[in-house]
T-cell receptor
């Protein structure tokens, strides 16, 4: 059974600071997705990582994938309040199915 | 614009009643998925479909059923609602990447309360 673990689960940070969210998974996969969810809203796709060493960046967020270590990271640079949300990683298994981590609830304080 | 919609957005029902949640997508995607979201569990897969007349059980399928009679719709039925099925339900669809990225696009969700 595939397990996907995110840490931390809760993250409170100050504006302007940097931090990293980690996503570990227990079985081989070359595809990993990051989603964002605002309170009471749906999930929005952020990044798709398709191979070992893949790195994607959008604004203050950068995601990377190390398939050998079974680890993905989501790095936040100079956080701003608008980044407050819950972030999920999801690992793709056969047949396009996704297994999600628990999510990391990020709060950026002024 | 193509989209994925869910109805109702909120539903309150009683234990033992049958409930059907609707999901409709206009992307013409082959794949459709149903998830439930609960605190401490992230999203868990209930059922999924790769095309018309195809349905498959996910991680937490007990007490739920789906049917796929056309490309656009995948309704989720709770045969006899239980309090443990109180949750937020999300429908998603993807194209079936055939080697390319197969991002799932999510509907707005249905908040179901079983009393």
């Amino acid at each position: 059974e595939l397990k996907v673990e995110q840490n931390p689960l809760f993250l409170s940070m100050q504006e302007g600071k940097n931090y990293t969210i980690y996503c570990n998974y227990s079985t081989t996969s070359d595809r990993l997705y990051w989603y964002r969810q605002d309170p009471g809203k749906s999930l929005e796709s952020l990044f798709v990582l398709l191979s070992n060493g893949a790195v994607k960046q959008e604004g203050r967020l950068m995601a990377s994938l190390d398939t050998k270590a079974r680890l993905s990271t989501l790095h936040i640079t100079a956080a701003v309040h608008d980044l407050s949300a819950t972030y999920f990683c999801a690992v793709e298994t056969s047949g396009s199915r996704l297994t999600f981590g628990e999510g990391t609830q990020l709060t950026v304080n002024p | 614009d193509a989209e994925i919609t869910q109805s109702p957005r909120h539903k309150i029902t009683e234990t033992g009643r049958q409930v059907t949640l609707a999901c409709h997508q206009t992307w013409n995607h082959n794949n459709m998925f149903w998830y439930r979201q609960d605190l401490g569990h992230g999203l868990r897969l209930i059922h999924y479909s790769y095309g018309v007349h195809d349905t498959n059980k996910g991680e937490v399928s007990d007490g739920y059923s789906v049917s796929r009679s056309n490309t656009e719709d995948l309704p989720l039925t709770l045969e006899s609602a239980a309090s443990s099925q109180t949750s937020v339900y999300f429908c998603a669809s993807s194209e079936f990447g055939q080697g390319a990225a197969d991002t799932q696009y999510f509907g707005p969700g249905t908040r179901l309360t079983v009393l």
